[in-house]
């Protein structure tokens, strides 16, 4: 008994020392039957601890060997995720002083005028001058103001969702934000909807007679409920006609449903924060967009349906997004960059992700 005492704890030693791989096996050599409940606890809190030290100052993808990455990810998802109260308060003292979701991410009556001149998020050259029927059309202040939005969940449509069973999960959260009026279902994704982004490029694409037959996309965001419809209305200059006339056609049939429009002020100081943290794309996607929006706004953030990659953690092919058959815009967005800043955040206790599987409630 004290000898297998002693050699646990040389053991340990030995693996505190050099924290490596070839202890571990000398580890389990050293076993003996007395200890072998407490030891693979405490081994897995190590490798945990490692791994988190890890993955909390990963910041780019560009040497990583994808098949050791997977695996050691998947090992350190297993891991218990300790959200970290400091971490998550210093992220939205950072935002709020960068960017202030809560006075700006919309453009609203109360901060924005009449004949105001809006800029464009990726251009300098080009300018929108705000209309009063557009102005009156806008929402009265920030929709959230004045409360905290608790547990949220930000629902990204990667196919890493498919089969997840995550459905109740999401739903049970207090506040849910989505993306591309993406799919909704009870299983694998959740019902529950406060936020939803319209890209103007699907309108384009899919809502060419709206104006004339508004009814198909009415019928559309009717699914979401009441949740609000955000549209990045000032990102490119064909952004601004598709918003506008998105704007038009729901405002007189779904009030209780407003669609807002993305101050590009915001979205262009967010751009920057990360520019300035070395992030480096021609533009922030929106969920990565939103994802720190909600780091700056809600209690505790839970990330679902962001998994960049063409496999999954097991090896298994996964589709790019979780409802349709698309391949990605390669050049547009930096999505595996984005994903090991997000990895970082949950290394460090600041937002937690979530890529397998969810277990019942
Ligand atoms: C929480 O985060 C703070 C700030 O980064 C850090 O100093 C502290 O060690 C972290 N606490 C734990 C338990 O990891
Ligand atoms: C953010 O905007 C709100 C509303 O305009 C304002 O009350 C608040 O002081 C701003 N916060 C910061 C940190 O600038
Ligand atoms: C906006 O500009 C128009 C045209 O210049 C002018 O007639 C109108 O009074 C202005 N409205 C406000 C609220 O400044
Ligand atoms: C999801 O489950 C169905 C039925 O079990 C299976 O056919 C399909 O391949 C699975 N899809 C993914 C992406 O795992
Ligand atoms: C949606 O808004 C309408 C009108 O304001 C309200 O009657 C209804 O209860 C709301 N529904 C939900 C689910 O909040
Ligand atoms: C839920 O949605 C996913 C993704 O679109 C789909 O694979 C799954 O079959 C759907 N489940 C149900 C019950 O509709």
Excluded at 230 to 236: C, D, L
Aim: include cysteine.
């Amino acid at each position: 008994m004290a000898l297998s005492f002693l050699r646990w704890i040389f053991g340990l030693l030995m693996l505190l020392v050099v924290s490596h791989s070839v202890c571990v096996i000398f580890y389990y050599t050293a076993d003996t039957h007395s200890s072998r409940e407490a030891m693979p606890d405490t081994l897995q809190q190590l490798r945990c601890a490692k791994l988190r030290r890890k993955f909390s100052v990963i910041t780019s993808v560009k040497r990583l060997n994808m098949e050791s990455f997977t695996e050691e990810l998947d090992d350190f998802l297993k891991c218990p995720q300790k959200p970290n109260t400091t971490e998550q308060e210093l992220n939205r003292m950072k935002l709020q002083l960068c960017c202030n979701a809560t006075g700006s991410i919309f453009l609203t009556k109360r901060n924005t005028a009449v004949n105001q001149t809006i800029p464009y998020e990726t251009s300098t050259k080009s300018t929108y001058t705000m209309n009063a029927a557009i102005h009156n059309m806008l929402p009265e202040d920030f929709p959230w103001s004045g409360r905290r939005l608790g547990r949220c969940a930000v629902v990204g449509s990667g196919g890493i969702l498919k089969n997840s069973s995550c459905g109740r999960e999401i739903d049970s959260a207090d506040f849910v934000i989505r993306f591309n009026l993406a799919s909704i279902n009870d299983s694998d994704v959740g019902l529950k909807t406060d936020l939803v982004t319209i890209n103007p490029s699907q309108i384009q694409r899919e809502y060419k007679n709206m104006v004339q037959d508004p009814d198909p996309l009415v019928e559309r965001v009717s699914v979401y409920g009441n949740a609000s419809l955000a549209m990045a209305a000032f990102a490119y200059t064909f952004c601004t006609g598709k918003s506008m006339t998105t704007l038009k056609a729901l405002h007189p049939v779904r009030p209780q449903q407003p669609v807002v429009f993305f101050s590009p002020l915001y979205l262009r100081t967010l751009d920057r924060f990360w520019k300035g943290r070395g992030l480096k794309s021609i533009r922030l996607s929106s969920g990565f967009m939103l994802i720190n929006t909600a780091l700056e706004l809600c209690e505790h953030v839970h990330v679902y349906g962001f998994w960049p990659f063409g496999t999954d953690l097991k090896d298994n092919p996964v589709p790019y997004h979780y409802y349709d058959a698309l391949s990605p815009h390669r050049y547009m967005h930096k999505m595996p960059e984005e994903f090991v800043r997000l990895l970082q955040l949950h290394s460090q206790g600041a937002l937690t992700l979530h890529l397998r599987p969810c277990v019942d409630l």
